[in-house]
């Protein structure tokens, strides 16, 4: 691929801006500065950079982020900052998006991605892709209200009940929940409506890929292969 292109694709401006990246010296191959905007390179394995700061190439920007509170998940926020705000700005001119959202005041492990297969898999209703919460409750919980969880409850303008996938205590005033469906407001409707009110909401898992413990928040890192496995996906 031309240097100009691929530096575009990973969005580093216009066809001319990135030509211009490249003529002033400021991109690196494989560690070796670059001074041809029209070298063919190899991409298998790449890593180039762009003033000192290293980029491996991705045929798709799929990465993880621990959203901290007081973020949309949007990409024209309302009343707070967005989410893609934490990301370089490089991903953000990539078309990256959140699969599916987080409440503003929920946080925890959200999955950012430009790949539309990827965001399709994890956010079809027909795939359940299970979503692991610890909800911090109002009240201090009991076995009554795990049961009904897991039984099913009903919640407004849904026609049948929607039972957990999983659920536990974890503390006097903590639920691990797992569902399934990616209901609006699922865990707190559902908490609300088993007897109790969720004051804070973390997600700590989507399919079998869990937040790193090392991941603080605000921070991001790439999904590697084992993470797209770890979710089930294998692309095409």
């Not at 900052?81 to 925890?108: F, N």
């Not at 539309?116 to 209703?125: F, I, K």
């Not at 997600?203 to 790439?222: C, H, I, K, T």
Request: net charge neutral; with cysteine.
């Amino acid at each position: 691929m031309q240097l100009e292109r691929l530096l575009q694709k990973h969005g580093f401006g216009t066809r001319k801006a990135c030509r211009a990246l490249v003529r002033h010296e400021r991109v690196a191959v494989n560690g070796t500065i670059c001074a041809d905007p029209f070298a063919d390179i190899a991409t298998p394995g790449l890593v180039f950079s762009v003033d000192g700061v290293a980029w491996p190439y991705a045929e798709f920007a799929s990465l993880m982020l621990h959203k901290p509170a007081g973020y949309e998940c949007s990409r024209k926020p309302q009343h707070h900052p967005g989410v893609l705000e934490l990301l370089p700005l490089p991903l953000r001119e990539r078309g990256v998006q959140p699969v599916g959202r987080l409440d503003e005041d929920t946080t925890g492990l959200l999955l950012i991605t430009d790949d539309g297969q990827l965001n399709h898999v994890l956010s079809s209703g027909r795939r359940k892709v299970p979503k692991t919460y610890l909800a911090t409750t109002r009240h201090p919980l009991d076995q009554a209200l795990v049961d009904r969880l897991l039984v099913g409850v009903l919640l407004n303008d849904e026609p049948a009940p929607i039972a957990a996938a999983a659920a536990e205590i974890a503390g006097e005033r903590l639920l691990r929940l797992t569902v399934t469906e990616g209901k609006y407001h699922q865990v707190k409707r559902m908490v609300a409506a088993a007897g109790n009110r969720v004051d804070a909401l973390h997600r700590e898992a989507v399919g079998a890929l869990a937040l790193p413990a090392d991941l603080q928040p605000g921070e991001w890192r790439w999904l590697s292969a084992v993470d797209l496995q770890k979710l089930g996906y294998l692309p095409s």
